[in-house]
């Protein structure tokens, strides 16, 4: 008898696996409820307020702008460059442009005789000038092509192609209108 082995006994001990594998789990439950109701009053105040919400979308005629011009407008605090391209512009601009951020011009126009871009440097957010053929950046030099391509750097990447859409042949929406 005294070989016999003894069968294990349940015992409420807290080094039980189950019981401290729920201990921990419970825990956790608890620590992330807590934490996302300590942290929801920031989350919220990262919402849009109305005014943001109000100012979300900007509307843009293009009436009175001759082919070659430019109208600057302002979205979001952002200059948006919408510029009347003309024929041989359009037809200068076709494929993937010259320069080291390729991107063909269909892809950058949702109507050839009209280019909409953000008009910040990409480089460090300065803004482009308009000089004969280009943009030039008065910063650092960067040059942008007719399709808002960069030529020269030190831009990394073209100019910026913001939401927008044609609501009519001669109106534009900037930005997503919010829900
Ligand atoms: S900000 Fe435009 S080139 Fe530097």
Same mark, same amino acid.
């Given at each position: 008898?005294?070989?016999?082995?003894?069968?294990?006994?349940?015992?409420?001990?807290?080094?039980?696996?189950?019981?401290?594998?729920?201990?921990?789990?419970?825990?956790?439950?608890?620590?992330?409820?807590?934490?996302?109701?300590?942290?929801?009053?920031?989350?919220?105040?990262?919402?849009?307020?109305?005014?943001?919400?109000?100012?979300?979308?900007?509307?843009?005629?293009?009436?009175?702008?001759?082919?070659?011009?430019?109208?600057?407008?302002?979205?979001?605090?952002?200059?948006?460059?919408?510029?009347?391209?003309?024929?041989?512009?359009?037809?200068?601009?076709?494929?993937?442009?010259?320069?080291?951020?390729?991107?063909?011009?269909?892809?950058? /126009?949702?109507?050839?005789?009209?280019? &909409?871009? @953000? =008009?910040?440097?990409?480089?460090?957010?300065?803004? +482009?000038?308009? !000089?004969?053929?280009?943009?030039?950046?008065?910063?650092?030099?960067? /040059?942008?092509?007719?399709?808002?391509? &960069?030529? @020269? =750097?030190?831009?990394?990447?073209?100019?910026?192609? +913001?939401?927008? !859409?044609?609501?009519?042949?001669?109106?534009?929406?900037?930005?997503?209108?919010?829900?």
């Amino acid at each position: 008898m005294a070989d016999e082995k003894k069968k294990p006994i349940k015992t409420k001990n807290p080094k039980d696996p189950q019981r401290r594998d729920f201990l921990t789990l419970a825990t956790g439950v608890v620590a992330s409820t807590g934490a996302v109701a300590a942290t929801w009053p920031f989350i919220s105040s990262m919402n849009p307020s109305t005014d943001v919400l109000a100012n979300a979308t900007s509307e843009a005629s293009l009436k009175g702008i001759r082919a070659g011009e430019v109208k600057t407008i302002e979205w979001q605090g952002k200059p948006i460059f919408i510029f009347h391209r003309q024929e041989k512009q359009i037809a200068t601009m076709e494929g993937r442009g010259e320069g080291f951020d390729p991107e063909n011009d269909s892809d950058r /126009v949702k109507r050839p005789d009209w280019l &909409v871009v @953000v =008009g910040i440097c990409t480089h460090l957010g300065c803004v +482009p000038l308009r !000089k004969k053929e280009v943009w030039f950046c008065p910063c650092h030099g960067s /040059v942008y092509d007719n399709s808002g391509r &960069v030529l @020269v =750097g030190p831009a990394p990447r073209n100019l910026d192609i +913001p939401d927008y !859409k044609f609501i009519d042949p001669d109106t534009i929406v900037i930005g997503k209108e919010q829900v």
